[in-house]
């Protein structure tokens, strides 16, 4: 539908309603979110971010306890926060550089494997894996310099949109109108439900249980997956001082035992697994954090932005895609859609506004080939690994033998996970 509008009470209000007026309003307080939000007013926009739990501060990481939320940054994301001039400013000792990655197969055989390396595609590093705790200190410590950001509290409870712009109501009596609104509200986000976009969303009948190792053996910057049989993936992501981050994708039944697992059980369940490989590779694990689990499932937002008609709000990050994490591409997903957006309203022509919808549809048609193209392969590799007829599990064993040989396969392979970013 092209207008949302709030309810009118024809009651009179105590005290008149103050109406504020800004360029953008950003709904979400994610990692997404916040990085839009400080992009947004580094290009001079006034702007205002909106979220529930934006007056709690996200402490800085410190000891030797690490976050649950470990996620690996692409080439495109390090670019983006350097461009926001924050990467500088991460600990990078508790940044872990990844250069090379091995993927197994589930029968076990040697030449069941893929193995990617920085070195072999001439790049210095493939990834860097850290925790989101981390960026959030920074770019919450950022945000509050910027004098052109304002971060407020509250609940966008309805909107109502024209072609000047967008009004907001808030859950305090607060309104505000933007002329552009950027959705990054997460998964289930209420503004795209306001705006009638529609999407089209599985579960994986799956989630992903997260844990934090500490290991005997050096992990040499290495990323481990292993693809089980039955359909269960287990990835190891290196962290710094022999440190390992696990996520493991499974059953929701086999995701609850394995949350009531202590120490022994687990020493006991992974010296078993996989024939044995993760010990091989990573010595015994001592956990270094509670497991903890979310269920895993598919959204892709029909459009990008809206209202159809006349477009004046745009998704963002999980408002616009979500992805199962076997790629470990999410979070990298949704920082180029803020990438882009960047791009897009700092080289706009002087005589548009930022909500020109000329502008807008060019933010949907460039990001629409990359997320298509990045969930259709992770769904269909997904797919292919939760198959177990024979036939179905030798194909794909052979496949990554086969890719492996390919040089200029694995080249590319690199080249889409490391994404393109042009701040130029």
């Known amino acids: 539908m092209s207008e949302v509008h709030p309810k009118i009470s024809t009651k009179s209000p105590p005290h008149p309603i103050k109406v504020r007026t800004v360029d953008v309003a950003v709904i979400g307080g994610g990692i997404v979110g916040k990085a ?9 926009l006034n702007t205002i971010e909106i979220a529930p739990d934006l007056g709690q501060t996200v402490p800085s990481p410190q000891g030797d306890q690490w976050g649950q939320r470990v996620y690996a940054f692409s080439l495109s994301t390090q670019k983006l926060l350097a461009h926001l001039q924050i990467w500088d400013a991460l600990d990078h000792s508790r940044i872990q550089v990844l250069r090379d990655m091995r ?79 950027i959705a990054a509200d997460g998964a289930n986000s209420p503004i795209r439900s306001e705006l009638g976009i529609s999407t089209s969303e599985e579960s994986y009948s799956q989630s992903a249980v997260v844990a934090n190792w500490i290991c005997t053996y050096p992990h040499l910057e290495t990323a481990f997956q292993w693809f089980l049989p039955g359909g269960d993936i287990i990835a190891m992501l290196p962290l710094p001082n022999k440190q390992v981050s696990m996520v493991w994708s499974t059953s929701p039944e086999n995701a609850t035992a394995l949350l009531k697992l202590d120490q022994n059980g687990w020493s006991e369940l992974l010296s078993t697994i996989a024939n044995a490989a993760i010990g ?8 270094n954090s509670a497991p903890a689990a979310f269920p895993l499932r598919k959204i ?45 309203l700092g080289k706009r022509e002087s005589f548009r506004s930022v ?12 990001r629409q080939g990359d997320t298509t193209a990045l969930l259709w392969v992770t769904d269909k590799l997904k797919r292919l690994f939760s198959a177990n007829s024979n036939p179905e599990r030798q194909l794909r064993n052979w496949g ?7 040089h200029f396969i694995k080249q590319r392979l690199i080249e889409r996970a490391l994404g393109e970013i042009d701040f130029e």
């Open 103 to 181: 993927i197994y197969g589930d029968r076990g055989e040697k030449n069941d494997q893929l193995h990617l390396s920085a070195f072999e595609a001439g790049t210095p590093q493939l990834a860097w894996i850290g925790e989101s705790n981390l960026v959030e200190h920074i770019l919450d410590q950022a945000s509050r310099f910027q004098n052109k950001l304002e971060r407020l509290t509250d609940v966008v409870e309805k909107i109502d949109t024209d072609h000047e712009g967008v009004t907001l109501n808030l859950k305090n009596g607060g309104v505000i109108q933007a002329q552009l609104v």
């Open 280 to 287: 091989k590779q990573l010595g015994e694990l001592t956990l």
């Open 400 to 406: 990554l033998g086969l890719v492996n040989r390919s």
């Open 36 to 44: 839009c939000a400080l992009g947004l007013a580094q290009l001079g």
């Open 355 to 366: 909500n020109d919808p000329v502008l807008l549809r060019r933010y949907e048609r460039q």
């Open 300 to 344: 892709r937002a029909s459009r990008f932005i809206g209202p159809e008609s006349s477009p004046k709000i745009a998704l963002i990050g999980d408002a616009a895609h979500v992805m199962h994490p076997l790629a470990g591409q999410g979070l990298n997903l949704g920082l180029r859609d803020v990438a882009v957006l960047l791009n897009i």
